[in-house]
Every structure is written in structure tokens, then in C-alpha cells.
């Protein structure tokens, strides 16, 4: 009898566990848009709403940068805060929204999404569910334009959230609508009623629910997976994490002068490194004149690599004996007038994140300067903890 309540309160407590650890975490979702004249916002606005209907789950509606600074946009449109293609990785899922132009995407978005490619490298959108909606003039082109914009999500390797037919049972049937098995659109020139419609806007409240259902089941199934029910801390395997993530380390680079490539004391590794990669600078110069955003980050995602090379040297070859990392400190070669030096930074705190898990959250320094050694566009100074 004793053994017998023993084991129905453990199951019990294992029970609670495993609610109270699901149910605590929220899951985020971004709703992002280009938008001019305000159709695709009013889309979004009804993509947001379907997302927050489901329990336990927040929207955020942020907007991509226009190329042209001096574009007019809609004054509701102009207030939603501006994102970055680095944040991506911070949500649960996401919702693309863009006007069609010529059946493709807008070049703003297009524009936004030929930055991601430290975050195609590093597999950080892989397994995000995502969704596409779009506003369109005269419907000509809305289906094209969603699978074009389905490639760029599945070289990403998210999981893409198709509409079907959901919401047609309350088709308003009398008037043209932008629905589409792809995702929702609006008619937006048509001349007939309102646009949105209150059918397309229904469509889309039904597929902002079909992404926070599967974005919150993904959640709570990572969450369930990573539940500890012992009080041992689970160890996270360095080296498979980087199989896992196609992440190869470099030779680490030797000095070329009187110093060491890293030194210890106390327990804390301090390194310095440069974007070198095979022996030469990776995209040299200066930032803002002669390197572009993209190239930096690209030097700046090389240069952590070196910096997590030298350290697994330092960790004999064991980087598992990585406790924390500390702080890291970019200087970065630019121009006077330049200022997205925090941006170009992501890259490196993005891979360490992904490599160490919550090991890799440090604090962070990013400094412009006049020049660089050998004319490297980026140095990265870090200082790590281990056993």
C-alpha cells in the first residue's frame, strides 16, 4: 500500500512539474511588414489579432526599413517600430507581410531578407514556423508572389503555415475577395465595398490563429523535451552542438609577434582576434566606405570563430569546460559618421549564443576606431570563465 502511494505521488509531482514549467513561458510571434499606403498593416493588424485569440500567446507588429529614407509612408505605418534582421531569431514564429509588386515581394523586403545571411550559416531560423500575407492592387500575381516569397523561408529551413481553405465557409462570395490556399491577401485596388474586406480580414484573423497554434505547440514540445526532473543540471555537449549546427572551427591563428594567442588567470581566458580566415584578411577596409554592412558581418562572424578556436586551445581542446562567457568587445573600422556598429556585433553574440546555450549571454562593448590592425574591418576581444 505504502509503495503504492509512493508511486501515485511522484506521478502526481511529476505532473505539476511539467504544467507549471509549459504554462509559464509565453510565446512571442512578430508580424512583419512593409507597408506604404497602410492595406498590408490593416492585414496585419488581423493577422495580430488571430495570434493573440490563442491562449498564452503575444504579437508584435514591427515594420522593415524603407530604402529610400525620404519615402512617404502612412502615419500609422510610420510609428511601428523599425526591426532588425538579427532580432529574427528572438520569436516563436513570424508572419511576413508585403504589398505584391510585379508578383514578388517588395523591394524593401526583399532588401531585408539579403542581409540574413548570418543567420542562414548558422541555421538560427531553422524549425520556426512562418506564415506569408500580402496586400494586392489588382490580385494580379498574389499567388506568385506568396511562393516567391515561400523560397526565401524554405532555404531557411522554417516551416512554412499555409491558409487551405479555412475561413471560406464565411466567404462573403458576392464580391471578389484575395483569398488564396497560399495565405490571405486583399484586393486592394478593387473598386467593389471596403479593402480589406471583412472576409479577408476574417481569413487573415484565421491565419495569424493557425500560426500561434503551431508556434505555441512547437514551444511547449521544446519545453517539454528540456524538462529536468531531477535536480542534476543536464550538460550540454559543445561538440555536438556544433556538428549539429554545420558550425567548423578554423585552425586557430598563430601569432605573429611577442605574444600569446591567449593567456588565463583566475579561471578567465582573455583572447584577441581579427577577421582572418585561410590566412588573409576577410573583407578588409573600412566599413561605411570600402565594406559594406553585410561584409562586416560576415568579418565579424569569422572573427568569432577564430576567438571560439584560440579558446578551445585554451580549454585543452575541450570547449564543454567553457563555464561562461564573459564579455565581448567589437571594434570595428569606420567611418566618422557611422553608427550601426551594435548591428554589425550581432553576428558574433548570435553565434556564441548559439554555441553555448545560456552560457554564451555576456556582456557587450562595441566601439568605433580609426583604424585596425593589417586593416581588418573588425577585432573582437573576449574574456571567457572556465573550469
Same mark, same amino acid.
Given at each position: 500500500m505504502k509503495k503504492q502511494l509512493l508511486v501515485l505521488l511522484t506521478a502526481v509531482l511529476l505532473s505539476f512539474g511539467v504544467n507549471a514549467q509549459v504554462k509559464s513561458s509565453e510565446t512571442n510571434v512578430l508580424v512583419l511588414i512593409y507597408s506604404q499606403n497602410g492595406g498590408t498593416y490593416k492585414m496585419a493588424k488581423a493577422i495580430a489579432e488571430g495570434i493573440q485569440e490563442y491562449p498564452n500567446t503575444k504579437a508584435t507588429i514591427k515594420r522593415v526599413p524603407s530604402i529610400n529614407a525620404k519615402?512617404?509612408?502612412?502615419?500609422?505605418?510610420?510609428?511601428?517600430?523599425?526591426?532588425?534582421?538579427?532580432?529574427? &531569431?528572438?520569436?516563436?514564429?513570424? /508572419?511576413?507581410?508585403?504589398?505584391?509588386?510585379? $508578383?514578388? =515581394?517588395?523591394?524593401?523586403? !526583399?532588401?531585408?531578407?539579403?542581409?540574413?545571411?548570418?543567420?542562414?550559416?548558422?541555421?538560427?531560423?531553422?524549425?520556426?514556423? &512562418?506564415?506569408?500575407?500580402?496586400? /494586392?492592387?489588382?490580385?494580379?500575381?498574389?499567388? $506568385?508572389? =506568396?511562393?516567391?516569397?515561400? !523560397?526565401?523561408?524554405?532555404s531557411h529551413g522554417m516551416i512554412i503555415i499555409p491558409t487551405g481553405i479555412m475561413g471560406t465557409a464565411t466567404l462573403d462570395k458576392t464580391v471578389p475577395q484575395g483569398n488564396t490556399p497560399f495565405g490571405a491577401t486583399s484586393l486592394a485596388g478593387s473598386p467593389v465595398g471596403t479593402r480589406p474586406s471583412p472576409s479577408e480580414l476574417n481569413l487573415a484573423k484565421e491565419q495569424g490563429k493557425a500560426l500561434a497554434r503551431a508556434a505555441s505547440g512547437l514551444k511547449n514540445t521544446e519545453n517539454i523535451k528540456t524538462l529536468k526532473t531531477t535536480s542534476t543540471e543536464t550538460k550540454i555537449d559543445i561538440n555536438k552542438t556544433l556538428k549539429d549546427n554545420n558550425i567548423v572551427l578554423p585552425e586557430a591563428p598563430k601569432p605573429v609577434g611577442n605574444y600569446v594567442p591567449f593567456t588565463i588567470s583566475d579561471h578567465k581566458v582573455y583572447i584577441n582576434q581579427v577577421a582572418l580566415k585561410e590566412g588573409k584578411i576577410l573583407n578588409p577596409g573600412k566599413v561605411g566606405a570600402t565594406v559594406t554592412d553585410d561584409q562586416a558581418k560576415e568579418a565579424t562572424y569569422q572573427t568569432m570563430l577564430n576567438v571560439i578556436a584560440v579558446l578551445k586551445e585554451a580549454c585543452g581542446g575541450d570547449l564543454n569546460k567553457v563555464k561562461q562567457c564573459v564579455q565581448l568587445t567589437g571594434y570595428f573600422n569606420t567611418t566618422p559618421e557611422y553608427t550601426q556598429h551594435a548591428a554589425l556585433m550581432n553576428s558574433a553574440s548570435n553565434l556564441t549564443a548559439l554555441v553555448f546555450g545560456e552560457k554564451g549571454k555576456h556582456a557587450r562593448a562595441t566601439i568605433g576606431a580609426a583604424s585596425l590592425p593589417i586593416n581588418s574591418a573588425v577585432e573582437i576581444q573576449a574574456i571567457f570563465e572556465i573550469e
Open positions: 519615402e512617404k509612408l502612412n502615419a500609422d505605418v510610420e510609428k511601428l517600430p523599425v526591426a532588425t534582421i538579427e532580432e529574427l &531569431a528572438n520569436y516563436d514564429g513570424i /508572419a511576413f507581410g508585403s504589398p505584391v509588386h510585379f $508578383a514578388n =515581394i517588395s523591394a524593401d523586403m !526583399n532588401y531585408f531578407f539579403s542581409q540574413s545571411i548570418p543567420l542562414w550559416t548558422s541555421r538560427t531560423l531553422e524549425g520556426k514556423p &512562418a506564415t506569408v500575407f500580402m496586400s /494586392a492592387g489588382s490580385g494580379a500575381g498574389k499567388e $506568385a508572389a =506568396i511562393l516567391s516569397f515561400w !523560397n526565401i523561408l524554405a
